[in-house]
């Protein structure tokens, strides 16, 4: 780290009083991992380090037998603060800043399989070509019951009427009134975070929210995303709650997506590419479309990362279950809101709010990067509901992980090391949920088979 970005970093910590620093990078879960330490030993010029086998721990604690992605001598990376990453940790005891850090080996090459890192890899191909990448992600999730007996279902929470919400209350001001209290504990932590939320809303589930970040960065957003999932674990557990980001939670309840709009700047004249200056679509708008309805099936991984994934994607649930894409239909996976032709973009509907930010807004963009420089052309546009159309998308994540393997043009920009290491992890995941017998299981098939 150079000595301007420690400056950068200190100046922080002595403006707000920081005195314990927590270093952290994403995992392949994007779960966040690193180390805890007073502000003065944060200095050290050389970074933290940590073993490089922390991008192949899954998120049960186990690694997989296959660590070809990784030295066999387990070796130590260094991490290297990003000084555009420094925020306050809000609900602290202790004045505390976390600082997001990106992966290096002792040589000073980067560790192409951190999150973080792929995502910037995508991004600069973009760059190459002149493009910036503007991103909105949509982020839904569930406030729950305090659940400390997995083998029960969980529960709406009670709200300030001393009731839990029964049926569905979309979009009413009144349910996400119940929970005042918890959501502006959870707004001035965002605040105090530079998260930048536009708006908040209540989704189709019991007590299932939705927040809407402001377009911006692609990498800015995609470490804002990481934040919130934790900041909104931290604030709903002040008022004794869970906030949950699993896809799919409750079985009569919708899943939670992550919805990612997007669209491309150039880089000189900042205007949209997307549109032609007639203000028609253009054709890189088209085949920017095209290239997600092709690749978004090998990318799926990425988009829905756990077994849990899967049970959102089902007809007639919310959820694409296809690549069809349309003008302002929320039933197709690729929507085009209605927009000005400045603001034109697609909305990628297909990722669980369970993903990796920085892997699900890389593959996003991978996919439509591909469709530009492959001039591929999208089907046309559907006006019904594609929800009465036949699936597209793989329903499992072992068929997803297949795919992933197969797609070569997906390989060669995300990376191959980052493709070996991230199917490994996953691999072995669906290894031990095959290993668990579920409840319906034992209800169904023990008297019956």
Not at 38 to 45: L, S, Y
Not at 180 to 201: G, K, S, V
Request: aromatic share 8%.
């Amino acid at each position: 780290m150079s000595s301007t970005k420690t400056g950068v970093i200190q100046q922080f910590f002595r403006e707000h009083g920081i005195s314990e620093v927590e270093g952290v990078i994403p995992d392949m879960a994007g779960v966040a991992r690193g180390k805890v330490m007073p502000a003065e030993k944060f200095a050290e010029d050389e970074g933290m380090r940590l073993p490089e086998s922390i991008f192949l721990q899954t998120v049960t604690g186990e690694y997989p037998d296959d660590d070809r992605a990784i030295s066999p001598s387990e070796i130590d990376i260094v991490l290297k603060a990003d000084p555009n990453a420094v925020r306050v940790v809000p609900w602290a005891a202790e004045p505390t800043a976390q600082v997001i850090h990106d992966c290096f080996y002792s040589d000073g090459r980067p560790v192409t399989m951190a999150p973080r890192y792929v995502l910037q890899k995508v991004l600069d191909l973009y760059a190459q070509r002149g493009w910036d990448p503007v991103v909105a992600p949509e982020l839904e999730f569930f406030l729950v019951e305090p659940n400390i007996d997995s083998d029960y279902p969980l529960k709406p929470p009670v709200g300030r009427s001393g009731r839990p919400e029964i049926g569905r209350q979309s979009y009413s001001i009144a349910a996400v009134n119940e929970f005042d209290p918890l959501f502006d504990d959870m707004y001035a932590f965002c605040e105090a975070q530079d998260i930048e939320i536009d708006t908040l809303i209540h989704e189709d589930g019991a007590a299932q929210m939705e927040i809407n970040l402001l377009h911006g960065n692609a990498l800015s957003l995609a470490d804002q995303v990481f934040l919130f999932k934790r900041t909104a674990r931290e604030a709903a557990m002040r008022h004794k709650m869970y906030a949950t980001f699993m896809a799919k939670p409750m079985a009569r309840e919708p899943g939670s997506a992550m919805h990612i709009h997007q669209s491309i700047v150039d880089r000189k004249t900042r205007r949209n590419i997307f549109s032609d200056p007639d203000g028609k679509p253009s054709s890189l708008f088209y085949s920017h479309v095209a290239g997600l309805q092709k690749y978004l099936p090998g990318a799926m991984a990425l988009f829905a990362p756990n077994v849990n994934s899967y049970r959102r994607i089902t007809r007639h649930s919310s959820a694409p279950i296809n690549t069809h894409w349309g003008h302002d239909n929320r039933t197709a996976g690729l929507r085009v809101p209605v927009a000005s032709p400045e603001n034109r973009r697609i909305e990628n509907r297909v990722g669980g709010a369970d993903a990796n930010s920085y892997l699900a807004i890389a593959a996003s963009l991978a996919c439509g990067y591909l469709g530009m420089i492959e001039g591929l052309n999208p089907s046309e546009p559907i006006a019904g509901s594609a929800y009465d159309l036949p699936f597209s998308l793989p329903r499992s994540l072992e068929e997803s992980l297949r795919l992933l393997r197969d797609c070569r043009p997906l390989i060669d920009i995300l990376g191959e090391r980052f493709v070996l290491a991230y199917t490994a992890v996953k691999e072995n995941e669906h290894e031990t949920f095959l290993r668990v017998i579920s409840s319906w299981e034992r209800e169904h098939l023990l008297l019956n088979v």
